[in-house]
């Protein structure tokens, strides 16, 4: 039996305290292992170590052969399964588009989601669901990939049972031999008796290991065509209109509120260019649009493990900002191409910045009390040094 | 020697006196005909030392931040919060004493497009973000490991402020002290070296008698946990 996940020697503190010391643990294609002590033991730490989430103090972690993150910094990424305790979904995904996503890969949802009790709810936003409707989606969501897959794949669920009814639970023990007796490997944290009656091996923290013989399943996989999930960010800015909420107000009242003291064909070449590039400025200074919406339920987590550039809507920001500029330009009757592509480049390196910069504080426990906007200032520079060179 | 901190920073700040004083009324005023305002440029006797001192402690932060980071120092840890408070406070005291110089000498406070003034407030602005940002979080590794990332990377800025006026003079004034272009006499030069002096004493004592007071700050939570688990 080849080994699916390979955990070795992991080191891991969260806070202030280590939580996991010099640990191994081995799971071979076939194999369900649930996790299973008193909270706060260190079964989600194991789970989000595993799926590369957690700096290593020592140690890595190794998913079908391919490192996902190691103590040296090392990180990769292959296609496994991930239901996290948070649901990792963002309000705005529509419910069949989400599993799609998380297949990369056309296939009949509506059957799936038969099944689980919400065909109906098919084409209805996350947001619109209750608690213990959106836990299916995020369950299904760690699923599908195995459930698509003729190759053993890893899948990694952390209290999957948390908040659903008892015929779904009942449904997912059945799912979880299933796709075992397809060989993939299944690494589980729960409390629930019937998905510990369903492991092959239970480790109980601190540290107890039980082997069993659970009942055996029978895999029938899903029929799928291979499809890439493309502009998932684009798609979501359009169905929001978070961009223009957010980046394309701030545009809009930057310059309304320079209108209500400037007269544009009154003012000189660098006080012209520092006009007509400033709404551009203001709108890049808001970030990416679709930020906001990837920290909701934890999502960027679970893009995070699927991908190494997140959902973005970049490509919005960037015509956003052109439009913007073409607008001063037009105010101030001044056309040059030059300048209004300035405006939408200078937007969009801004937004990177600032993206970036929140990007790096999401590890952080309380990311939305960081002050990130005190290291925005210096991207008044560039716009500065910008109106400075076109002047 | 536990009282070395708060000894050694009324040093510094006794010597930062001497230099206002001695600055405002025994150093020669500028003649000189380049000098818009020759009265404000007596603020350069607070405005530079205040500006090693900040590089010193963005440095000391430098070195704080990596070694924790690569090394789980806990000393490090402690050097990266007193460093980050003191580049606050030097970092302050340089930024205001500059604009105040600016609005006599240029007719404006600031310039945005000057490489010099936007990275230094730039390097201010870090340290009031590492100062309130950390007050904002519970104490543990990824509050840790986050600002140390912003402290190490922050530190570009450093060799960036210092050779800005070197090679893009826009409108910071370039550099006086160890050049052929200097114009400092011998009296000016002994100010400024009386200054530069307490200030790095006065950032010493600072950062000594923070590393302590952050040492005692963890070890108060250490206890406050150990008691809540006994209770």
């Not at chain 1, 400037?262 to 400025?281: C, K, R, Y």
């Not at chain 2, 201010?124 to 509050?143: A, K, M, N």
């Amino acid at each position: 039996m080849a080994v699916l996940i390979k955990l070795e020697d992991l080191t891991v503190r969260r806070g202030r305290k280590e939580v996991l010391n010099g640990w191994n643990l081995n799971i071979d294609s076939a194999e369900v292992v649930v996790l299973s002590g008193e909270n706060g033991c260190g079964k989600s730490t194991v789970i989000e170590a595993a799926a590369g989430l957690l700096n290593l103090e020592n140690g890595s972690s190794k998913i079908q052969n391919q490192t996902i993150r190691d103590s040296e910094g090392r990180r990769g990424r292959t296609n496994f399964g991930l239901c996290l305790q948070n649901d990792c979904v963002m309000g705005d995904e529509l419910v069949g588009e989400k599993l799609l996503d998380a297949a990369q890969a056309n296939f009949d949802v509506k059957s799936l989601l038969d099944e689980w009790k919400l065909g109906h709810r098919i084409n209805d936003k996350i947001a619109f669901l209750s608690g213990g409707q959106r836990r299916k989606i995020a369950v299904l969501s760690a699923l599908v990939p195995a459930m698509i897959s003729a190759q053993p794949i890893a899948v990694l669920l952390d209290e999957p049972d948390s908040g659903l009814d008892d015929d779904s639970i009942e449904i997912l023990v059945q799912l979880l031999r299933d796709l075992a007796a397809g060989g993939h490997a299944i690494l589980v944290t729960s409390h629930n008796q019937k998905i510990i009656n369903a492991a092959n091996r239970v480790i109980s923290f601190p540290f107890s290991e039980k082997k069993q013989s659970p009942i055996i399943g029978t895999f029938n996989k899903l029929e799928s065509k291979k499809s890439t999930t493309k502009n998932i960010g684009l798609r979501l800015n359009i169905r929001t209109m978070s961009g223009f909420a957010n980046n394309g107000i701030a545009g809009l009242l930057v310059l309304g509120s320079m209108l209500a003291f400037v007269t544009p064909n009154q003012l000189g070449s660098e006080m012209l260019f520092a006009f007509i590039l400033a709404p551009a400025l203001a709108a890049g200074l808001n970030g990416d649009p679709i930020f906001k919406l990837l920290q909701e339920n934890r999502a960027h987590a679970w893009w995070y493990v699927r991908k190494a550039t997140p959902p973005n809507a970049f490509a919005h920001v960037f015509l956003g900002c052109g439009l913007l500029t073409i607008l001063s330009s037009a105010i101030a009757n001044h056309w040059d191409a030059i300048v209004i592509l300035s405006g939408a480049t200078l937007g969009l390196f801004t937004a990177i910045v600032v993206t970036i910069l929140s990007h790096a504080t999401l590890r952080l426990a309380r990311p939305n009390a960081v002050m990130l906007r005190l290291l925005t200032p210096i991207l008044i520079l560039p716009w500065a040094i910008l109106v400075s060179r076109l002047s | 020697m536990k009282r070395l901190g708060e000894v050694l920073t009324l040093a510094g700040l006794t010597g930062a006196g001497l230099t206002l004083w001695l600055g405002f009324t025994w150093a020669p005023s500028v003649t000189i005909e380049a000098f818009e305002s020759p009265e404000a440029q007596k603020i350069f006797y607070w405005h530079v030392p205040s500006a090693w001192a900040a590089m010193l402690s963005f440095s000391l932060l430098f070195i704080g931040s990596t070694m924790w980071f690569f090394k789980r120092n806990q000393w490090a840890w402690r050097l990266h919060v007193a460093s980050s408070e003191a580049g606050l406070a030097t970092g302050l005291m340089c930024v205001v004493s500059g604009t105040i110089w600016g609005a006599a000498e240029w007719g404006i406070p600031w310039d945005w497009t000057d490489i010099r003034l936007n990275t230094f407030a730039m390097l201010t602005l870090l340290s009031l973000f590492l100062v309130l940002g950390r007050r904002s979080q519970p104490d543990g590794i990824e509050t840790r490991d986050t600002f140390s990332t912003f402290g190490m990377y922050g530190f570009l800025l450093v060799p960036l402020t210092y050779f800005a006026t070197r090679i893009w003079q826009i409108r910071h004034p370039g550099p006086v002290v160890g050049t052929s272009e200097g114009s400092l006499n011998s009296d000016m030069g002994l100010v400024l070296l009386i200054g530069a002096i307490s200030f790095t004493i006065l950032i010493i004592g600072h950062i000594i008698s923070g590393m302590r007071l952050a040492h005692l700050e963890l070890r108060f939570e250490d206890l406050t946990s150990k008691y809540e688990e006994l209770i």
